[in-house]
């Protein structure tokens, strides 16, 4: 049996980051370690070593799981050259800046960040505190809290156009009794639109085990949802394990798709991606 992923513990390190934000990709992308070992013609142990945060990985492995996950390569480089320079011994010293990714520097102002839709940056998952957050979010949140009348008054005729067309009826979930975790029959009153951030897309299925495949997602691609449920059957669903049931046709409510392979008020192709999943979006009842 293969040797489970464990826990990261971010300590505030350079290489402990660095592990955070690959598994993070690794997670984006919907890729488990074989499907990662597949792509990157490392093996699993090689890539989970890499992914521990005990030590800086290789460039050559660093970059492997980049290029797999569809990230930037020339972003990772940079990250991975600076951990590199700070932690070599014989690198001149005088570092005094902490190190962080290109996509969170701790010297950019709130207007050089591109603030998160208000809707997910105000809301936290349950148990989770603004404060508790990175710096770099926090201060997502509040230039977001900050933003003037009119941008206010846009962002809510936007969130009036995304839910105010006609949902479709909710349809029943297949064969209920083979999948206990699958929700009872209610009607669909709202919707959510979600866009697809996974570079091969998103599968979809009838089934929360993975079976009975329907119409995939494509990469960049905005969808409806009605309501999500929690199945961590397919281990891709981790770390929230969290499904969504897609409303849009040809899907219908006939079909899940994994939701931390949405963008869930994340923006495209700007990382660092940190939702898994739209807390905003009801369980299914």
């Known amino acids: ?38 792509k990157t013609n490392f093996s699993r142990a090689t890539l989970q070593e890499a992914l521990s945060g005990k030590r800086l990985p290789t460039w050559q492995v660093t970059r492997a799981i ?11 480089h940079s990250y991975w050259a600076q951990i590199k320079r700070a932690i070599d011994p014989d690198a001149p010293s005088g ?12 010297d950019a102002s ?20 603004r404060h508790d957050r990175p710096k770099w979010l926090r201060r997502r949140w509040l230039w977001a809290s900050a933003g003037g009348a009119a941008a206010l008054a846009v962002a809510i005729l936007v969130a009036v156009l ?4 006609p949902s479709p009826p909710a ?32 599968s979809t299925f ?21 309501c999500k449920v929690y199945s961590t059957i397919v281990t891709s669903t981790k770390p929230d394990g969290y499904w969504y049931r897609l409303a849009s046709l040809p899907w219908d409510n006939h079909y899940y798709a994994v ?9 495209l192709n700007h990382p660092p991606y940190t939702h898994n999943t739209d807390w905003r979006v009801p369980n299914c009842k």
């Open 171 to 202: 349809a029943n979930f297949p064969n209920p009794n083979r999948h206990p975790t699958a929700p009872s029959n209610g009607s669909v009153t709202r919707t959510y639109t979600e866009q697809e951030f996974n570079p091969g897309g998103a």
């Open 206 to 226: 009838a089934h929360l085990d993975g079976s009975g495949a329907g119409t995939p997602v494509a990469y960049g691609q905005y969808v409806r949802v009605s």
């Open 110 to 129: 709130p207007q050089q960040e591109q603030a998160l839709p208000p809707a997910h940056d105000i809301t936290a998952p349950e148990g989770e505190h």
């Open 95 to 106: 570092q005094t800046k902490p190190i962080t990714p290109p996509w969170a520097d701790a």
């Open 1 to 38: 049996m293969p040797r489970p992923e464990s826990p990261l513990r971010r300590d505030g390190s350079s290489v402990r980051e660095l592990a955070h934000w690959l598994r993070d990709l690794r997670n984006r992308a919907g890729l488990t370690y074989d499907q990662l070992a597949t």
């Open 162 to 165: 995304l839910t105010s067309s």
């Open 66 to 76: 980049v290029r797999a996950c569809g990230a930037d390569e020339e972003l990772w």
């Open 259 to 267: 939701a931390n392979t949405f963008g869930n008020g994340d923006k």
